[in-house]
């Protein structure tokens, strides 16, 4: 106890010398979240990096999130506790082959969902995060030709909403493809009163049930606003810790995965965050998030697209 104290006051003397800010995704372990000065979801962060005056931004989160950060804020270091931290979900959509889907699909228009790298990124038309996804889908045409990438789940969501039509990329994330609607149907006869919160790169078999889908601060906001005191939270186990800090006296529980004894669903990779690795990357530097600058200047323009599109539906 005293040495995690001790570690959290060395951190923040470092955050002050270094001027750096601690952003931090709610996916993170709770002491990671409680240290940090920012805390949210993915267009939260991105709207964070995009606007700090510090010169050095620690992003505890996973790598995409880094580079996002890099990108909005090149001039600035761009810190990661652990360069390890990948994301399924990005690494189940390489470069080329998204190239290639592009070129055979003439007169699309390329919308990617913001856990991609910054090479698919530089790929793309618009950035999307889970926030704002279905405006920026309708902020397009109706007859619109779109390839969405890399989420399947989250693109067949915004299809079935929008009622377009869009070409999806066979892609997934290894956690949220993980809920077990067994144990959720289990769990929804122990508390019948409880509302089914989920993320939307569930599996539609989970989200089909849902009271609340959408992204990790929407899913919070509504069970912080909402009349009932019981959730049944189908994303991320991280979420719970802002959530129970947001509402003490609501119950949260999270649905567990099909092929675990194990009643959280944790991504491993946003675990590899820890205080101990927080504090030697700002004492040592490194790792630090690099992007190839070609790639830097063409992945800004959508990023910057989806910040401008955000701002305007005051998201
Ligand atoms: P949010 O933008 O909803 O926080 O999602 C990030 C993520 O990685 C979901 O798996
Ligand atoms: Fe990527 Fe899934 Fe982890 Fe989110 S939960 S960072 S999509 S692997």
Same mark, same amino acid.
């Given at each position: 106890?005293?040495?995690?104290?001790?570690?959290?006051? $060395?951190?923040?003397?470092? $955050?002050?010398?270094?001027?750096?800010?601690?952003? #931090?995704?709610y996916?993170?372990?709770?002491?990671?979240?409680?240290?940090?000065?920012?805390?949210?979801?993915s267009?939260?962060?991105?709207?964070?990096? #995009?606007?700090?005056?510090?010169?050095?931004?620690?992003?505890?989160?996973?790598?995409?999130?880094?580079?996002?950060?890099k990108?909005? =804020?090149?001039?600035?270091?761009?810190?990661?506790?652990?360069?390890?931290?990948?994301?399924?979900?990005?690494?189940?959509?390489?470069?080329?082959?998204?190239?290639?889907?592009?070129?055979?699909?003439?007169?699309?228009?390329?919308?990617?969902?913001v856990?991609?790298?910054?090479?698919?990124?530089?790929?793309?038309?618009?950035?999307? @995060?889970?926030?704002?996804?279905?405006?920026?889908?309708? =902020?397009?045409?109706?007859?619109?030709?779109?390839?969405?990438?890399?989420?399947?789940?989250?693109? &067949?969501?915004? +299809?079935?909403?929008?009622?377009? &039509?869009?070409?999806?990329? +066979?892609?997934?994330?290894?956690?949220?493809?993980?809920?077990?609607?067994?144990?959720?149907?289990?769990?929804?006869?122990?508390?019948?009163?409880? !509302?089914l919160?989920?993320?939307?790169?569930?599996?539609?078999?989970?989200?089909?049930?849902?009271?609340?889908?959408?992204?990790?601060?929407?899913l919070?906001?509504?069970?912080v606003?909402?009349?009932?005191?019981?959730?049944?939270?189908?994303?991320?186990?991280?979420?719970?810790?802002?959530?129970? !800090?947001?509402?003490?006296?609501?119950?949260?529980?999270?649905?567990?995965?099909?092929?675990?004894?194990? =009643?959280?669903?944790?991504?491993?990779?946003?675990?590899? +965050? @820890?205080?101990?690795?927080l504090?030697?990357?700002?004492?040592? +530097?490194?790792p630090?998030?690099?992007?190839? =600058?070609?790639?830097?200047?063409? #992945?800004?323009?959508?990023?910057?697209?989806?910040?401008?599109?955000?701002?305007?539906?005051?998201?």
């Open positions: 106890m005293k040495e995690s104290v001790d570690l959290k006051n $060395k951190i923040l003397e470092l $955050k002050k010398e270094r001027n750096a800010v601690i952003m #931090a995704h996916y993170t372990i709770g002491e990671i979240q409680d240290i940090a000065d920012f805390v949210g979801d267009l939260y962060l991105a709207q964070k990096a #995009a606007t700090t005056d510090a010169d050095v931004i620690v992003i505890c989160g996973v790598h995409f999130m880094g580079e996002t950060a990108i909005l =804020s090149p001039e600035k270091v761009v810190l990661v506790p652990d360069a390890s931290a990948g994301c399924s979900l990005a690494d189940s959509c390489n470069a080329t082959e998204f190239k290639t889907f592009i070129d055979q699909h003439p007169g699309y228009k390329v919308l990617s969902y856990n991609t790298t910054a090479a698919v990124k530089a790929l793309t038309d618009v950035v999307v @995060t889970s926030s704002n996804a279905v405006q920026i889908v309708e =902020s397009f045409p109706k007859d619109e030709k779109i390839i969405f990438g890399p989420d399947r789940n989250l693109g &067949n969501y915004i +299809n079935s909403v929008t009622g377009r &039509n869009m070409l999806l990329w +066979n892609g997934c994330c290894h956690v949220h493809e993980q809920f077990s609607i067994r144990k959720l149907l289990a769990l929804k006869e122990i508390y019948p009163n409880a !509302k919160l989920v993320h939307p790169e569930c599996k539609d078999s989970i989200v089909k049930l849902a009271d609340c889908v959408g992204s990790t601060a929407a919070l906001k509504f069970a606003n909402s009349d009932v005191n019981e959730f049944l939270v189908a994303t991320e186990a991280g979420i719970l810790h802002e959530m129970k !800090k947001q509402a003490p006296n609501k119950l949260f529980i999270p649905v567990p995965p099909e092929d675990s004894s194990c =009643s959280c669903n944790d991504c491993s990779y946003m675990k590899l +965050n @820890t205080l101990e690795k504090y030697a990357c700002l004492k040592n +530097n490194q630090e998030i690099n992007v190839d =600058s070609a790639i830097l200047d063409r #992945a800004r323009l959508p990023i910057l697209k989806m910040l401008e599109i955000s701002e305007k539906l005051g998201l």
